[in-house]
């Protein structure tokens, strides 16, 4: 692909500065064609895209399949509300049953949202729990976890620069830390929580795994006590680990599991699933979404569970990512000065820096690979799970490159 074929004057930086909200900084460069693993910007310039929309772009840009998908879908039907049903709904939730077992969806627009929901679910829980109305409303987190910025996200997100400015938020959230069994051990009220909820590999708060073994004994703890297990797998599930979901790495089984990003590809869904009994929570009333599940967004998740499938890329990830992890810490025994260590499962990973990671992430993008920092103590590298080895080395040598040129104050 020539860059003529893409070059554009970048009209869009003029425009983002003087009519769009500050909520995020200064983007660096406008992107405006994306094929495969590669994106291009207004300047013509190429970029192997390792950011993937944040975990998103899970089989890439504009899959064939998945562009064919949508683009027969729009010309079908778009959206009815969920007063009706569509197809491509009913056809979604019997493909993601296979990965999630028997019990119930509910369908949204975002990985906030799917958190919004289990938080919802966790308020019925114990109500049911306790008999009455605001009583059991307790939910432990993680320190350091992320779990989106509504209201209900930003409250179980303990983390300052994400909650300050907008107290009071909602009340009942208490945090551990990850993989610290005693500490959650004690946080957990036989009778006053009513969930614990975590992400297998905390994503924004820099990629740091929860362990299975503590998973496997926090499970127990839950229950023992009758407190929900709800798992946000909104970043690391949908096949980035070398697993379908994160959590299948300790075989435990979620009492409700939230998904996003990667589930649409790149269109906007989110999800829960809920095992029984606690799928029977919501009735008519308790909650709902206009959007949620609409057909087009249905149609783009199947087809992204189908190119996963048909190219057998859980399979893919979990063989190609051990070679690639080495790779990355061959740098770090390179470069130990910046790279502090290498966290993370197959297609999510965090190199942990010793420097601040910006300058370092800004420099790898000049150097054409996209990636993204994590809570200023990390870089993330978030490939399509379709990335192939020749390009997981790619993103070796040009990290190697910027590297090998890096004064350490």
């Not at 094929?35 to 390792?50: I, S």
Request: hydrophobic share 45%.
């Amino acid at each position: 692909m020539s860059h003529d074929s893409v070059h554009s004057t970048d009209e869009s930086a003029k425009l983002y500065s003087q009519f769009l909200a500050k909520n995020y900084s200064t983007q660096a460069i406008t992107l405006v064609k994306g094929k495969g693993t590669r994106v291009w910007d207004a300047h013509g310039k190429a970029y192997l895209d390792f950011a993937s929309g944040i975990a998103v772009n899970s089989v890439g840009h504009a899959h064939p399949v998945m562009v064919k998908r949508i683009s027969e879908q729009a010309e079908k039907l778009i959206h009815v509300s969920n007063l009706y049903r569509n197809e491509p709904q009913a056809q979604l939730v019997e493909s993601l049953s296979k990965y999630c077992g028997p019990g119930r969806f509910l369908f949204c627009n975002s990985g906030a949202e799917a958190n919004e929901a289990l938080l919802k679910l966790a308020r019925l829980h114990g109500k049911k729990k306790s008999g009455v109305e605001g009583k059991c409303i307790g939910v432990v987190v993680a320190e350091k976890a992320f779990h989106g910025r509504t209201f209900g996200g930003m409250s179980a997100t303990p983390q300052e620069k994400i909650q300050s400015g907008f107290r009071p938020l909602l009340t009942g959230f208490s945090s551990a830390p990850l993989n610290d069994i005693a500490a959650w051990d004690k946080a957990i009220s036989a009778t006053d929580t009513a969930a614990v909820l975590l992400e297998t590999i905390q994503g924004e708060g820099g990629i740091f795994p929860a362990d299975p073994v503590f998973l496997q004994q926090l499970q127990k703890i839950c229950q023992e006590r009758n407190v929900l297990l709800l798992i946000d797998e909104i970043q690391c599930g949908i096949g980035r680990t070398g697993k379908f979901f994160a959590y299948e790495f300790s075989g435990i089984k979620p009492d409700a599991i939230a998904m996003a990003k990667g589930l649409g590809g790149g269109f906007p869904i989110g999800a829960i699933w809920m095992a029984p009994p606690y799928d029977e929570l919501f009735q008519p009333g308790s909650h709902g979404t206009t959007f949620g599940g609409g057909a087009l967004a249905a149609a783009a998740a199947l087809s992204v569970i189908e190119i996963i499938e048909s190219e057998n890329l859980v399979a893919r990830v979990a063989a190609q990512s051990p070679a690639w992890h080495e790779s990355l810490k061959n740098l770090a025994q390179k470069y130990p000065a910046i790279i502090k260590e290498i966290r993370g499962a197959g297609y999510m990973v965090g190199v942990g820096m010793n420097v601040d990671p910006l300058p370092v992430v800004a420099a790898l993008r000049e150097a054409g690979l996209l990636a993204v920092p994590a809570s200023g103590i990390a870089i993330r590298l978030l490939p399509p799970l379709n990335a192939t080895v020749a390009e997981l080395n790619e993103a070796i040598e040009i990290f190697d490159r910027v590297l090998s040129t890096w004064k350490v104050a």
